[in-house]
């Protein structure tokens, strides 16, 4: 009996403790588009399905404008990671919940996309791997817990680090790009609220504001998608410059199935004007690498040459072709 009623006062501080400072986060809740309730949604559990698809639908068609708005800061982005990873450097996204679950997308798609080494992007998420399935408990509430991780992936000076918050006051993704900066890393806060703290703790602010949610607070939805499309656009347009991409073309994708390994014929075929047993003859010649096939092919270089040709000019394509083109006049 003792005991209990000397440990009571402990345990009514903690509890008052933590319902203070859950006053305040509803405070700063409150303050956030992302968090705001739209009114023309009030009553989502009594309308019919065909009316709650078409209403979902149409709630998202504002989303390209607002990305659209933030094309300077993405392009600022794009830039800084170009000139970054120029240098050797690598572009890791970090991230907690559904916006570090993109990042981790994004990372898993460029190595079979462009042909990169998988140690290039890298997607990091609160709490782990494990939390790219299920969450987390507080994981994201610890900015220890977002320098750690950054510095789990010996994180350097030529790195570039996007840090990815919905809300823009995650403190595990203002911890990290804190982290970064110390380091000298290059830094870009993207968020879906204006004026985020995620935004001012880096050297690029990204804050794609799309406001109220279809369903209030949910933050997978409009601002999940304009995640979705940012990223799209930092990690494709970054790849295009740093020489992956010929035209419009992929020419360094990895063929790991029989789908690509057509799509790849057909990339030789669309960028040369080739047949396809030619084209599937210069991909064999060069261990199924789409740039040097293409080369082969548009220059009658030997597999070897083309390869050698390609080093010389950073695995540039049209720089290598320009090449033997002005040797040729």
């Known amino acids: 009996m003792d005991s209990d009623a000397n440990s009571e006062p402990g345990v009514l501080g903690q509890v008052r403790a933590e319902s203070a400072e859950r006053a305040q986060l509803r405070e700063v809740l409150e303050t956030l588009a992302t968090e705001q309730v739209g009114t023309e949604h009030s009553a989502l559990d009594e309308m019919p399905v065909d009316e709650l698809v078409t209403s979902m639908i149409a709630d998202s068609a504002s989303i390209t404008s607002n990305v659209l708005e933030q094309a300077p800061g993405i392009a600022a982005a794009i830039n800084g990671i170009v000139e970054r990873m120029r ?3 690598r572009l890791i996204y970090i991230g907690a919940g559904t916006a570090g679950r993109l990042g981790v997308l994004d990372a898993s798609e460029i190595p079979p996309t462009f042909g990169t ?7 990091l998420i609160a709490g782990g791997p494990s939390a790219i399935h299920t969450a987390v408990e507080n994981a994201e509430d610890s900015r220890e817990l977002g320098a750690t991780q950054l510095a789990e992936v010996s994180l350097r000076p030529t790195d570039a680090v996007v840090g990815l918050s919905a809300s823009g006051r995650t403190p595990f993704v203002i911890g990290a790009i804190e982290y970064a900066r110390e380091i000298g890393a290059f830094t ?3 968020a879906c609220n204006a004026d985020s703290a995620v935004g001012a703790a880096a050297d690029v602010a990204i804050e794609t504001v799309v406001g109220p949610e279809f369903l209030t607070g949910s933050t997978r939805l409009k601002a999940g998608t304009a995640q979705k499309l940012v990223l799209n656009a930092i990690s494709t347009i970054t790849m295009i410059r740093l020489g992956k991409v010929y035209g419009n073309l ?5 063929a ?3 789908k690509l390994r057509a799509r790849s014929e057909r990339t030789v075929m669309l960028a040369t004007g080739v047949d396809a047993a030619t084209a599937a003859s210069a991909l064999a010649s060069v261990d199924g690498w789409v740039k040097a096939a293409i080369l082969v092919a548009a220059s009658g270089l030997s597999s070897t040459d083309a390869i050698s040709l390609l080093a010389e000019h950073d695995g540039v ?3 290598a072709i320009e090449n033997v083109q ?3 006049s």
Do not use: A, Y
């Not at 992929?250 to 990895?254: A, H």
């Open 317 to 319: 394509l049209r720089d």
């Open 326 to 328: 002005t040797r040729g």
């Open 87 to 89: 240098r050797g450097g």
């Open 117 to 123: 080494d998988p140690s290039q992007v890298i997607g």
């Open 250 to 254: 992929m020419v360094d994708l990895k």
């Open 188 to 190: 870009v806060g993207f």
């Open 256 to 258: 790991t199935n029989e």
